[in-house]
C-alpha cells in the first residue's frame, strides 16, 4: 500500500511515524518532508521517500499521486485544504483523508466558524466581527478588558492576542486591521473566557464521529504561560485536570453537532475535526475549531494510540464502526525553539543526532547538510517522553531534552505544570 503524507513539520513526523507501524505495512512518501524523517526507517523498516513537492503545489501533488498510483493521502497543513486539495484529489479518483476547502472554513474563516456555532446553539464565547478599525475600537471600547482579538484568517497558530488591557487589545486591532500584519482581512472580538483548556481531536466522516484521547498545549512562548503566543511550546495526554464525564459531554453535544451542522450547511467534513476546548463554570465551550491534526497535540496523542492508524482511517472513509484503543502510559512532549520565536530568529543551528536518544524525537523545522542536521524553522524539535504517571514522563522528555539542548535553542522547563 502506498501513502503519501502532505507537510514538513513535527506533526507530520509524528503521522508517518505512526503510520510505519501499520500491519498494512505501506511504504511512506512525505512531500516536502524534513530530513529528520528519514529515521523512521530506521526506526521500523519501512520505505519512507521524501518528494521535492511544497504542500501548497496541490496540481502537482495530484499529478504525483496519480502517476505513482498512490492508494491514500493524508494532509498535515491547514493551506493546503485552504487550497480545496480534497476536491482536486477527489474528482481525480484518489482516496484523501482530508476536508474540502468550504469543510475546513471552520478553521480557516473564524467568523464562519463562529457564525455556525452560533446559527446550530454549539457552546462557544459571545462575539462580534468587524472588517473597520473605528468600528472593532467602538465595541472594544464599549466591552472593555480582558477581551479576545482574533484574525480572521488563517495564521499559523499566532493570530489570536488574549489582552489583558484595552491598550494591549487595541495593539492587536491595530496591527490585523491597520497594518494588515497577517494579510487583509477581518477581526473577531470574543468575550474572555476561564478554565483550563483541552484539544479533542476526533476522525470525521459525514456524521461519524471517532474520538481520540484529549491533549493539552502550551501556547505561550515562556514558563509559567508568559509571553507570545506561539504554534505551541509542548503537549501532554492524558489531561487529569479534565474529567472523562466532561470529554463525554463535548463529544456528544459539541463534536457530533458540528459535524451534523456541516452537513446542514452542504459541506460535510471528511478528516481530523479538532476542537480547542475550554472547560469553563458553565462547561465545556468551543475556543476554537481547526480542520486538521493539532501541531503540537499530535505528536503526543499518536504515540498514546495503540490502534493501527492507517487502518483507522481506511474503516472512517468507509464509515465502518471502529472503536480506537489506547495506551495507559502517559505522555508529554517539549518543543525546542530558535531563540527569539516566535518572533525573528536564526537558523543553521546545528543539531545533535536525534537517533541517538531513547526518548521519540518529532523533527518540525530541520534540514540536512552533508549529514549534520541543522535547525530550518522556530520550532526545531519535539522530543516525547513516556511513564506510568505524567511525572514519569515529563522526568523522561526533559531527560532527552538536555541531550538535544543547544546555546541556540531555548525550551520550556513547565510543561505539563497544570497536571503536575
Known amino acids: 500500500m ?24 505501506p511504504e511512506l512518501f512525505i512531500a516536502p518532508g524534513n530530513a529528520g524523517m528519514k529515521d523512521i526507517t530506521r526506526q521500523t523498516g519501512v520505505s519512507v521517500t521524501l518528494v521535492n513537492l511544497d504542500e501548497n503545489a496541490t496540481e502537482a501533488l495530484r499529478d504525483f499521486a496519480l502517476q505513482n498510483h498512490i492508494d491514500l493521502t493524508v494532509v498535515g497543513p491547514e493551506a493546503a485544504l485552504a487550497n480545496d486539495i480534497a476536491t482536486v484529489f477527489s474528482a481525480a479518483g484518489l482516496r484523501i483523508f482530508a476536508p474540502t476547502a468550504a469543510a475546513a472554513q ?98 470525521v466522516n459525514g456524521e461519524q464521529v471517532v474520538p481520540l484521547v484529549i491533549a493539552q498545549d502550551h501556547k505561550r512562548a515562556y514558563d509559567g504561560d508568559k509571553g507570545p503566543n506561539t504554534g505551541g511550546m509542548g503537549a501532554y495526554s492524558p489531561v487529569p485536570v479534565i474529567p472523562q464525564a466532561q470529554i463525554d459531554w463535548a463529544v456528544e453535544h459539541i463534536m457530533k453537532p458540528t459535524a451534523k451542522a456541516l452537513i446542514s450547511e452542504g459541506c460535510p467534513f471528511c478528516g481530523v475535526l479538532y476542537g480547542g476546548l475550554m472547560l469553563t463554570k458553565d462547561g465545556p465551550k468551543v475556543i ?56 525573528s530568529y536564526t537558523k543553521n543551528i546545528p543539531l545533535n543526532n536525534p537517533a541517538l536518544l531513547s ?62
Request: glycine content about 10%.
Open 106 to 203: 471552520i478553521e480557516s474563516s473564524k467568523e464562519f466558524a463562529k457564525d455556525l456555532m452560533r446559527k446550530y446553539s454549539i457552546p462557544t464565547a459571545a462575539y462580534s466581527t468587524f472588517g473597520r478599525y473605528e468600528d472593532a475600537k467602538a465595541y472594544l471600547d464599549e466591552k472593555g478588558a480582558p477581551i479576545v482579538i482574533k484574525y480572521d484568517g488563517l495564521a499559523a497558530g499566532k493570530g489570536v492576542v488574549v489582552a489583558m488591557t484595552i491598550e494591549e487589545a487595541d495593539n492587536a486591532l491595530k496591527d490585523m486591521l491597520l497594518d494588515n500584519h497577517f494579510g487583509k482581512g477581518k477581526v473577531v472580538i470574543e468575550e474572555f473566557l476561564q478554565g483550563p483548556e483541552f484539544s479533542l481531536l476526533t476522525l
Open 288 to 343: 476554537e475549531f481547526n480542520a486538521r491534526f493539532g501541531d503540537p497535540e499530535t505528536e503526543v496523542v499518536l504515540p498514546k494510540l495503540k490502534s493501527d492508524l492507517v487502518q483507522l482511517m481506511l474503516d472512517v472513509l468507509d464509515n465502518k464502526e471502529v472503536n480506537p484503543e489506547f495506551h495507559d502510559d502517559a505522555f508529554l512532549g517539549v518543543v525546542l525553539a530558535a531563540k527569539g520565536y516566535p518572533g
Open 2 to 25: 502506498k501513502i503519501l503524507v502532505i507537510g514538513r513539520g513535527g506533526r507530520e513526523h509524528a503521522i508517518a511515524w505512526k503510520m510505519a507501524q501499520s500491519a498494512l505495512k
Open 359 to 420: 526518548q521519540q524525537v518529532f523533527c518540525m523545522g530541520v534540514k540536512e547538510d552533508n549529514g549534520q542536521l541543522l535547525s530550518n524553522g522556530g520550532r526545531v524539535l519535539f522530543v516525547v517522553g513516556r511513564g506510568k504517571s505524567l511525572k514519569e514522563a515529563q522526568q523522561d522528555a526533559y531527560q532527552g531534552v538536555e541531550k538535544m539542548a543547544q546555546p541556540d535553542l531555548f525550551y520550556r522547563k513547565d510543561i505539563g505544570w497544570q497536571a503536575l
